[in-house]
């Protein structure tokens, strides 16, 4: 004799055609991608260890912490298995070869996005991708941008950074002199505003943090559009302010002194550029995160 418990009474994993569990071709897939994505990360480690990708190490945790937060989300939804993922997952391993022949690592980088994408939606369905698609789309910071696109907007922050600085300078009644990005104080003493230090480093973690940001709390499209957008003038505020510090003690304490406020002022102007950007944040309505920790 069968007995069927009536429809009412069944949670949402078991209905039918339900596939709520994971099977040994979804595992063995994983397993597979995962032996395939441990070169990338052994190729794009070393991008990790210069000026402008230091950054970089945390975007793996802050992925997984983000997709983590959805955990809730992702209890509700039903899989369906979507075969167009097969593209996706074609399209990143695709990448990965070209960057493998080519010797270009950032490319290995910015496959881990279809790839993970086209996981996603191939074993689990549209409506997994979805919820998933920021904390995969984020995946992007992994390695820092290349050369050709940073340096321009590097010597650009330089130049306008030197420029602020010594304005301020100026107002604050300290006659100094300036030859591009380099500063010249009383007794011959140089600042070198060079691009290492002009302030892309406090624009990227910004920018990043910006889209976290916007993406823990329920507001709306241009709110996070203008969380973004002020990035770039945080950064250089904090930046042109950093500078002003450390031409003040190298006015007075000479070589010496620049040599001791250079990394105490980074620390103090990135905790100020932290603040105001929490300021703006709470301005704009990010009050209450829509995550349950």
Not at 92 to 113: D, H, N, P, R, T
Request: aromatic share 10%; hydrophobic share 55%; with cysteine.
């Amino acid at each position: 004799m069968i007995v069927q418990a009536p429809a009412e009474n069944l949670r949402p994993d078991e209905g039918p055609g339900s596939t709520q569990s994971l099977g040994w071709p979804v595992i063995l897939l994983a397993i597979a991608l995962i032996g395939l994505c441990v070169p990338v990360f052994v190729d794009i480690q070393p991008l990790w260890h210069n000026e402008r990708g230091g950054h970089c190490i945390f975007i793996l945790p802050l992925c997984l912490a983000l997709a983590w937060l959805r955990r809730d989300l992702l209890k509700g939804i039903t899989w369906k298995p979507d075969p167009r993922g097969l593209w996706l997952l074609g399209l990143g391993l695709g990448m990965e070869l070209f960057s493998f022949l080519f010797k270009m690592a950032f490319i290995e980088g910015y496959s881990m996005v279809p790839i993970l994408a086209g996981f996603v939606l191939l074993c689990f369905g549209g409506s997994m991708l979805s919820a998933l698609s920021f904390p995969i789309a984020m995946m992007i910071f992994i390695v820092p941008f290349p050369n050709a696109v940073i340096s321009p907007i590097s010597q650009w922050i330089s130049v306008k950074s030197a420029d602020g600085s010594v304005g301020a300078m100026h107002i604050l009644g300290y006659p100094i002199a300036q030859d591009g990005n380099i500063i010249h104080l009383h007794g011959g003493v140089e600042v070198v505003v060079a691009d290492v230090c002009s302030g892309f480093n406090k624009l990227s973690i910004l920018f990043i943090m910006s889209l976290v940001y916007g993406d823990m709390f329920p507001i709306s499209a241009w709110r996070r559009f203008a969380l973004t957008a002020c990035a770039l003038p945080i950064a250089m505020v904090s930046n042109v302010m950093r500078i002003t510090i450390i031409l003040l003690v190298s006015n007075y304490g000479g070589v010496r002194g620049l040599h001791a406020i250079h990394d105490w002022a980074e620390i103090i102007v990135v905790v100020i550029a932290f603040f105001l950007f929490l300021g703006l944040g709470t301005l704009l309505g990010c009050k209450r995160p829509r995550f349950s920790v």
